[in-house]
């Protein structure tokens, strides 16, 4: 593996997440993997659970890892070919990324949307031009359209389940928009619309309120339907998730309330596990009865964000040992 | 030990204090405690001391500390039960906490009281629900009402002094109010209060103005007097501190400029030892020729928070091994 | 050496240069000089390069480095003698600095000046105290007037270039002002022309527009022109940089365009290497055809800030092992 930014970069999702699993058994049995590598860790956003499990993993294989809060602990970057700098921002992704690619051995970002220009945002080139800049492995934690670390843990979290349930037939699994006072990107969404596609183990139904359909290159084959009572019957798997709309880019819709879901509605599903990459608004996004229920399993999700990344590290790591 | 957020948590402080002396001597001696293991320091409040000193011990005793400041780096969380989370918050404790329970073997936390509500801040729910839902050993950075790392190692600098001057009688210690310019929690006051009651190895006097009075429950055994003069008279260790109105909850009542030490007020001493837990602002709180004079130990003080904090975790790594 | 705040604390700079690249080329021989040795990093300013450089090299040396951005994680400082403390400050450098030299064996801290009052900035009253209460060695990660690891990565860059190219006799080195839309510090120029003085292997130029005059301590030796055109005739290296004014202290007097260097003006020198310690404005300070030009060295020059922080820890190092 050279990169690490969507499902393209994988040749075998089966495999991976076997050898993700075998780091949950064992979570230091790749710990001379990383000897004498460092990784740097940037981020241009918050984040919480990617920042956390992107250095434990880092430090279950033995590796360095350094974290940098881009703007925040230094300089506000540009990314514009050609551009003056006669404004706000201080450095050049094409001045920066080269230095990290001397200073690191991989080099993980996370750089959000605008909101503002889908297709500036759908071209990814905050992440491109770091990739094509920084001269080493590249890891999204999570970029303007796709969060892959996310989306492997999520397949790796409904691997799990099959195992511990014993399931052998193909399940159900169903992403459900989710109400949300703030428009958020598409990320998540196109992520897991990609992988679970790209993965085709599963019956896959993306169900959400007109005008919220998503970019076909990630959701094409999949079942999508604007009746979500329909598509959670029989469902073994309910991903929520809000997302703001792609056509008309970057706003919020609707609000209805309805699409929250609760228990009465989880009744048609087949007792389907619930699940959510967080952070989570409560009562907007996912009722607490859900979420403090026992079909909620967005704890043990994002507990595997850790062998998600460690995952991905060791391959990369294989590749410049 | 399986938390630490305060007294309470301690069944022999004489015993702990002879833990942490001997770790100041050989700093090293627990280095292989901690191998595998991992601490979360989160902080929803700056923190100099706290923050380098729980680092530091972290490591001397071979444990992994990752560091992430709640809000800034990452998201802030809701502590309402039920909220309906349409506002500034963006995830609930009840999703956060056992996911750190799932990164780390044992977590740090530090959260300010609002000073807005004393029944809400003297409930320590922030504390207590991330307590209930993390499911790992918490140890408390300082929490709404109580600040035990700086306390322990209060008794831990009060004791080596005695060792140091062979003192066997018991010493008089007095806590007196400074005067400040911003309303600050009471947590470093009760929380020594409870201490230096715990230990029960000194004559206590809490000195400060009136309608300053703290909370019986952490202050109950010890002489409580107005007048500062009085107070001081034969002390061996003056302990300087600010704290805002516990009745009249989280007000400036008095900022009268004289209750700040000077070598006069400190003539009728028994030469007393100085302390103060820091930041403090100099010439408001305590005058410079305290704080550059011979009977100041806050540098020794504040240099003990590594033994206290080494302490603490060793006896909770020795809960989970 | 026992600090590292200007070229005054190095006595062979030849040596030293001769270190950084041996650790260069074997970046773990010194690996066990740090074991059980610990950095702080003391930022209150914002970083990039200096910050990652200084605990990668840490990391090199086996040694444990903390970072902290004081005033953002922790407290705002005070630096003025006999303060009274009633404003923003929270806490003076004669408590927090003897505590850092508590908590660890090296304190590396990044002052800014604050361009309002020169004598005070070139008292350099910020480091000096932290030097003189820290009771610890200090590496300056730039400070009011300097910024000597950026200086001493300089003299490492030419020389590298030098041997690279087999070049034996003196090269012709100029400093060339360079637009910006702030006013900055005169730390860098102060500092690569203290050290290329010091060094003394080089004929030594200095070109500004009038009234950008540097500080004659600095500069002395060195030619001094507002003519760019002359002073880039035969340079073998052109060092860009932007500072404002120091005589009428800290302002912008000119942003006269045509001082930024292009292809064009460059062909009056010896096919001259440029460098620049970054961040760059593009097209502003440097032209995109230079900067992505092929005797751009800044990648080279940014990459060895790591070698440069490796020798200066490991010389301090041996001194307190």
Request: a negative charge; hydrophobic letters at 40%; proline letters at 4%.
């Amino acid at each position: 593996m050279k990169n690490f930014v969507s499902v393209h970069d994988v040749s075998n999702i089966a495999q991976l997440v076997g050898i993700a699993l075998e780091y949950k058994a064992n979570p230091y049995s790749g710990n001379s993997l990383g000897k004498g590598k460092r990784i740097g860790c940037l981020f241009l956003n918050p984040s919480m659970r990617t920042r956390l499990s992107t250095q434990i993993a880092a430090q279950n294989l033995g590796m360095e890892a350094i974290v940098f809060n881009v703007g925040q602990d230094g300089w506000t970057l540009e990314f514009e070919e050609g551009a003056i700098m006669n404004g706000s921002t201080v450095e050049h992704v094409k001045d920066a990324a080269p230095i990290f690619g001397k200073y690191f051995d991989i080099l993980a970002i996370r750089t959000f949307p605008t909101l503002q220009n889908r297709d500036d945002d759908y071209s990814e080139q905050y992440i491109n031009q770091v990739i094509r800049y920084a001269g080493i492995p590249v890891i999204s934690l999570e970029s303007a359209t796709l969060h892959p670390l996310q989306s492997f843990t999520d397949i790796i979290t409904v691997q799990e389940q099959l195992r511990l349930h014993n399931v052998v037939s193909k399940p159900k699994i169903v992403l459900s928009w989710a109400p949300h006072i703030k428009p958020l990107p598409q990320c998540v969404a196109n992520s897991f619309s990609q992988w679970v596609n790209a993965w085709g183990k599963a019956d896959f139904v993306i169900t959400h309120p007109e005008e919220y359909e998503l970019d076909e290159q990630y959701t094409s084959g999949a079942t999508i339907t604007h009746n979500q009572d329909e598509a959670l019957e029989n469902a073994d798997f309910v991903y929520v998730k809000n997302w703001s709309t792609y056509h008309d880019y970057g706003k919020i819709k609707s609000v209805d309330p309805s699409w929250m879901l609760t228990n009465e509605k989880m009744k048609v599903t087949n007792q389907a596990k619930v699940m959510h990459c967080l952070p989570v608004r409560r009562n907007i996004e996912l009722s607490d009865e859900i979420l403090d229920g026992p079909n909620s399993i967005i704890t043990q999700q994002a507990g595997n964000r850790v062998w998600a990344a460690q995952t991905v590290l060791s391959e990369i790591l294989k590749t410049i040992s």
